[in-house]
């Protein structure tokens, strides 16, 4: 898929600790819940100049981000079909979305494998069908944080290939787009507050223009 907008750094979500989205979304967590609209940190002020910081609902969620008129028009959008939100753009005349929040519904005592089976046809991909949702390996990751990853051997090939190890067999990513890519973070979450929703998330590999802060319940107080 095309990556969408103007992004210039790492993932900065609600602390500032850009390179590791789960670790900002276990700041989120423990955060208590704000009336005031969620705000950008100064980071993300100081990227994403001449935009205007805002809010998108639909899907039961309400996500604040930024909409850049002078980068492509590039801004948040609600996506029914997904259902979700996108990153829509303009580039050579040329409009085209990049999902960016995916919402997938379960029962609110039901485990995050509850949605496995929705989650594998929404993402088509050479070894799908024996793909599942596990916790990331590396340091520091939140609890509740899960990538869609594939059985080893694969696993194995796949971490070699996306390294960049020159002795690897080049491979498409296993699991498909909502799997683990080149670059970049797709996590998987059940939302603050909301034990019914969970989300796709789709954090670039690039400072992106909303937080995970930012998503929220409609019904939050």
């Not at 969408?4 to 989120?28: E, F, Q, R, Y």
């Not at 340091?139 to 899960?146: F, L, R």
């Amino acid at each position: 898929m095309r990556n969408i907008g103007i992004m210039a750094a790492s993932v900065a979500l609600i602390g500032l600790t850009a390179c590791n989205p789960a670790d900002d979304k276990a700041d989120a967590a423990s955060a208590p819940a704000q009336a005031a609209a969620p705000q950008p940190s100064q980071m993300m002020q100081e990227t994403f100049v001449n935009c205007t910081w805002g809010e998108t609902q639909g899907s039961g969620l309400s996500v604040w981000s930024y909409a850049c008129p002078q980068a492509g028009n590039t801004h948040m959008v609600h996506d029914a079909s997904l259902p979700g939100f996108a990153l829509e753009g303009t580039y050579d005349g040329q409009t085209s979305r990049s999902p960016t929040i995916i919402v997938f519904k379960k029962a609110a005592d039901a485990p995050i494998d509850a949605v496995l089976a929705e989650i594998r046809t929404r993402s088509p991909g050479p070894h799908t069908a024996q793909c599942v949702l596990a916790r990331p390996t590396y340091d520091g990751v939140a609890e509740g944080i899960y990538h869609l990853v594939p059985p080893e051997p694969i696993k194995a090939r796949w971490e070699a290939f996306s390294s960049g190890d020159g002795n690897s067999e080049p491979m498409d990513p296993p699991c498909g787009d909502l799997g683990e890519q080149m670059s970049g973070d797709h996590v998987f979450y059940v939302q603050d507050g909301d034990p019914t929703t969970v989300l796709w998330v789709n954090f670039g590999s690039e400072i992106q223009p909303f937080t995970a802060e930012s998503i929220r319940p409609l019904n939050a107080g």
